[in-house]
């Protein structure tokens, strides 16, 4: 799923958009604990939309600007980052989160703190 074309703005290219997960995955620590895993990548060049009528000018002249951008600027060692954040659940909390955690239209909390990571640690 993504999130392309939403009320959240057309992003900029690739450069200046985040990348969120949708699958959750199970991660397992030292002890044999288990938990619920998700991934979230934070661009460092930050979030930057395009006009609707900028957006509707590029799609038709250079559809593959998004691209070829990102081609570009690695080209130049202008190389793009991002920061790679990850969200932690005990697998029993699972069961009783106000939300299904596995629900791909639904987001987990940003403030949401869980405990019991063990090794992992929190978010």
Known sequence: MTILFSDRGIPDGY???N????HTFRFWNK????????FHFKSDQGVKCLAGEEAARIA???????GRD?????E????????????????????TYNV??????????HRLSFNRCGS???Q
């Open 70 to 74: 990102l081609f570009d600027s690695i």
């Open 19 to 22: 990348g969120y997960g949708s």
């Open 15 to 17: 450069h200046f958009m």
């Open 120 to 122: 992992f640690g929190t």
């Open 100 to 109: 299904n955690p596995f629900d791909l239209t639904k987001i987990w909390s």
């Open 60 to 66: 038709g002249e250079d559809p593959d600007y998004a």
């Open 76 to 95: 130049r060692k202008d190389f793009p980052r991002w920061n790679l954040k990850i969200q932690i659940m005990p697998e029993e909390d699972a069961d």
């Open 31 to 38: 002890n044999d604990e288990r938990f619920w895993v998700k």
